[in-house]
């Protein structure tokens, strides 16, 4: 068996950073390579999830709004258009490529609760077996988990969401595609020298004390929300890769077993 075929099942995670531009339009070319490459890779034999962030992104470009909302409410409700446009895209991305997709919202008693869980595992099987791509997010509309910094803070940025869904739907991979090639052992953005460690078994202090602060403006992770998806995944033997979301042959590359980005694994490759 080829390693390409021991991933079956593959959870992929896109940032808003990838999805928005700086300038806080929507980056119609990532949003659309992405589709491709990931209708491209179901066509390869794996099955795919997409857990994708961006709705308050793209809501509030669809909206004209000068920045990102700071009231609650206001980002709910920045939330609820930018969800529908984003869906709204990507069925239109995917489609262009023979790929239907589905749209599955979470609030964190989706996960907790024990009979829903199961029913949301049931309901993901379905769409797998009906040959769709699932779009996960975060119901931010009426959950304040994700948005809100602080207590009662549970997904952040829909990383730790990805690893969730990859150990509810029992992936055999995590891909996360960020603005960044992976874990450094100190912040390239400032030094230069800074090297990509291409190998993580287990996430401690020494791990964790290598990740900054939060992402860009429009989107609200860091590596630190990165870092916890990457320790549920390896409680739970799933393997997960962290790569630039700007350069998608990174995507097969994970799918092949091949050295890209910071994989986490508890297995020797």
Same mark, same amino acid.
């Given at each position: ?9 593959? *959870? +992929?995670?896109?940032g ?13 070319h990532?949003?659309?390579m ?6 491209? +890779? ?6 795919v ?7 308050i992104?793209i809501g ?7 920045e990102?909302p700071?009231?609650?409410r206001?980002k709910?409700?920045?939330?609820a ?7 709204h895209?990507y ?10 997709? !589905?749209?599955?919202l979470?609030t ?16 993901f099987?379905?769409? =797998?077996? =009906?040959?769709?791509i ?5 119901n ?19 990383d ?6 990859? +150990?509810?739907?029992?992936?055999? =991979? =995590?891909v ?6 992976g ?6 953005? &400032?030094n230069?020298?800074?090297?990509? @460690?291409? *190998? ?5 202090? !020494? &791990? ?20 916890? !998806? !990457?320790? @549920? ?6 393997d997960?890769?962290i ?8 995507l ?11 994989l ?6």
């Amino acid at each position: 068996m080829s390693k390409e075929k021991s991933h079956k099942r593959v *959870v +992929v995670k896109v940032g808003t950073s990838t999805l928005i531009h700086p300038s806080g339009a929507l980056n119609f070319h990532s949003m659309e390579m992405l589709s491709r490459a990931l209708a491209d +890779v179901k066509g390869m034999g794996h099955e795919v999830i997409l857990v994708s962030s961006g709705a308050i992104g793209i809501g509030t470009g669809k909206l004209h709004l000068p920045e990102r909302p700071s009231q609650l409410r206001m980002k709910q409700a920045v939330a609820a258009v930018g969800q529908c446009e984003m869906m709204h895209l990507y069925d239109k991305f995917f489609g262009e490529y023979g790929q239907a997709v !589905a749209q599955i919202l979470l609030t964190r008693d989706d996960v907790d609760d024990p009979q829903r869980a199961e029913n949301l595992r049931n309901t993901f099987e379905a769409l =797998l077996e =009906l040959s769709t791509i699932p779009v996960v997010n975060e119901n931010d509309s009426v959950s304040f988990a994700e948005i809100e910094t602080g207590k009662g803070k549970v997904f952040g940025d829909n990383d730790t969401l990805s690893a969730v869904v990859a +150990v509810l739907c029992q992936a055999d =991979l =995590l891909v996360l595609l960020s603005d960044i090639d992976g874990l450094y052992d100190c912040d390239p953005h &400032i030094n230069e020298r800074a090297e990509l @460690i291409p *190998v993580v078994y287990q996430i401690d202090e !020494a &791990i964790r004390s290598l990740a900054g602060g939060t992402g860009t403006c429009w989107g609200t992770g860091g590596m630190g929300t990165k870092l916890d !998806a !990457a320790a @549920i995944c390896l409680e739970n033997g799933v393997d997960m890769v962290i790569t630039n979301g700007s350069a998608l042959e990174g995507l097969y590359q994970a799918l092949q077993g091949e050295p890209v980005g910071t994989l986490f694994t508890n297995q020797a490759h």
